[in-house]
């Protein structure tokens, strides 16, 4: 069974198509890259898997059912551009809001279930700002904050979009120490990723993709310079051997 099948999934803005007959399938319990340029489509397909937007065509299954049904097993980080964080809610609510699924809407948390939230806060180590407002923390701490959110929910898949965005080394090195975690556990994540220098250390697949799927496999067989070259166009340039930039940026 896979966790994620998407089949010739077409999405559309106004009319003009941003992502264009993609299909793949998600193998279990690997951590999988999906890379691409700014406007990819890398988000909208975040989006379109987890209902959030319509779809003009495609096929969109987990676990081989549909979405609806499964939404409890899906976990999602989103981008933190997209998310109010003058919200009024503390660290705490938020990573409890992860196990509504398992409580219930309206119904009160148990004990159990905020025991839980804290230790999820404490493995990201964020349990001193439980009761901290969101707005009043850091970037990379509400990053944290919606990691545990999403290891509350002990979801079976997770989609992160660009969990590394604006945290600091410690952070980035504690999100993938995590991700790693998630794995050994049999999860499968699905991390929007822009940093081409550490998609091979970092991940076991990837998805290449720019309005259309450019490839989709093991990281060793498809993060290739022809691959990348394809998915990059003109914008991509070979340093070295090893490194490669995009727009002049490594
Ligand atoms: N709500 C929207 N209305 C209209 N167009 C949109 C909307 N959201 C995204 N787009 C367009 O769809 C395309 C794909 O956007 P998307 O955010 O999925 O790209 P992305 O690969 O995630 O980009 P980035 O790396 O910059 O985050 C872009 O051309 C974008 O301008």
């Not at 406007?39 to 909208?44: L, Y």
């Not at 551009?81 to 809610?89: E, L, Q």
Request: hydrophobic share 40%; proline share 4%.
């Amino acid at each position: 069974m896979n966790p994620v099948s998407i089949k010739n999934l077409t999405v559309a803005y106004h009319k003009k198509p941003v992502l264009q007959e993609v299909s793949f399938q998600a193998p279990e319990g690997k951590l999988i890259g999906i890379i691409g340029p700014n406007g990819a489509g890398k988000s909208t397909l975040i989006k379109a898997a987890l209902g959030l937007i319509p779809t003009a065509s495609g096929e969109i299954k987990v676990f081989d059912d549909q979405y609806k049904k499964q939404r409890k097993r899906v976990g999602y980080v989103p981008q933190r551009g997209s998310v109010d964080w003058d919200f009024p809610t503390n660290a705490l609510d938020v990573v409890l809001m992860g196990r509504y699924g398992h409580i219930g809407w309206l119904k009160r948390p148990k004990k159990r279930d905020v025991e839980l939230a804290k230790s999820c806060l404490d493995k990201v180590g964020m349990l001193e700002f439980a009761n901290r407002q969101i707005s009043q923390l850091s970037g990379g701490q509400q990053q944290r904050v919606f990691l545990a959110r999403a290891l509350a929910q002990d979801a079976d898949v997770y989609f992160m979009d660009e969990p590394f965005v604006g945290v600091d080394a410690a952070t980035e090195k504690a999100i993938i120490s995590l991700l790693n975690e998630l794995k050994a556990k049999g999860k499968t994540v699905l991390v929007v990723h822009h940093d081409l220098q550490t998609v091979e250390e970092y991940f076991d697949w990837v998805l290449l993709l720019n309005m259309r799927k450019i490839a989709f496999g093991p990281t060793k067989s498809t993060f290739t310079v022809d691959n990348l070259q394809k998915t990059y166009g003109g914008r991509l340039t070979f340093l070295t051997d090893q490194q490669v930039a995009v727009d002049g940026k490594q």
